[in-house]
T-cell receptor, first 119, second 111 residues
Framework: AQKITQTQPGMFVQEKEAVTLDCTYDTSDPSYGLFWYKQPSSGEMIFLIYQGSYDQQNATEGRYSLNFQKARKSANLVISASQLGDSAMYFCAMREGRDSGGSNYKLTFGKGTLLTVNP | SQTIHQWPATLVQPVGSPLSLECTVEGTSNPNLYWYRQAAGRGLQLLFYSIGIDQISSEVPQNLSASRPQDRQFILSSKKLLLSDSGFYLC??????????FGPGTRLTVT
């Protein structure tokens, strides 16, 4: 089973509107972290926002917020007031708590959502 | 502030030729280092990660290898490239289990 599922291959949004990018995850580990990255056409992966499994409040970073619903195992990214520069691929990723060697440093990525912001 | 460099930016190599991609990090000590590969239109696949010099873990058995000759230098190598090695290679660093920060990437085409 996939650990990270992004069901929207592509999304369109009008400039200045809000958009939600979906992400569901699968883990039995009580300790985990969820990340969102943006990849513009240049290819570089840009870290956007992080949510820990024990965090009580949803993470926010400027126009980005993470809608964390633990029971549903979802971690959707909300971008408010979309800008043309937000057009990019967006990846959700998860780090599970620990592996057999101790702390787990590995991220598992979803397949991404291509967001297009229309003027 | 921390900076991560990768080179070359693009590379075209024939099948069977060797490969060496380099990644260096500035502005931090003893970072965790990672190599990822991204096939066209796909997500990222972790290839190797290192939590210190001489501590390198391989995630996918293949004809690639990684080395860490210095604390902030991570090298991805191959003795003989395959067509399936084509892709976008990204290096990343982190402090412990925090978020990872990525370099600009190397686009490799094996012909």
């Amino acid at each position: 089973a996939q650990k990270i599922t992004q069901t929207q291959p592509g999304m369109f949004v009008q400039e200045k509107e809000a958009v939600t990018l979906d992400c569901t995850y699968d883990t039995s580990d009580p300790s985990y972290g969820l990340f969102w990255y943006k990849q513009p056409s240049s290819g570089e992966m840009i870290f956007l926002i992080y949510q820990g499994s024990y965090d009580q409040q949803n993470a926010t970073e400027g126009r980005y917020s993470l809608n964390f619903q633990k029971a549903r195992k979802s971690a959707n990214l909300v971008i408010s007031a979309s800008q043309l520069g937000d057009s990019a691929m967006y990846f959700c990723a998860m780090r599970e708590g620990r592996d057999s060697g101790g702390s787990n440093y590995k991220l598992t990525f979803g397949k991404g959502t291509l967001l297009t912001v229309n003027p | 502030s921390q900076t991560i460099h990768q080179w070359p930016a693009t590379l075209v190599q024939p099948v069977g030729s060797p490969l060496s991609l380099e990644c260096t990090v500035e502005g931090t000590s003893n970072p965790n280092l990672y190599w990822y590969r991204q096939a066209a239109g796909r997500g990222l696949q972790l290839l190797f990660y290192s939590i210190g010099i001489d501590q390198i873990s391989s995630e996918v058995p293949q004809n690639l290898s990684a080395s860490r000759p210095q604390d902030r230098q991570f090298i991805l190598s191959s003795k003989k490239l395959l067509l399936s090695d084509s892709g976008f290679y990204l290096c990343a660093w982190s402090v412990m289990v925090s978020e990872q920060y990525f370099g600009p990437g190397t686009r490799l085409t094996v012909t």
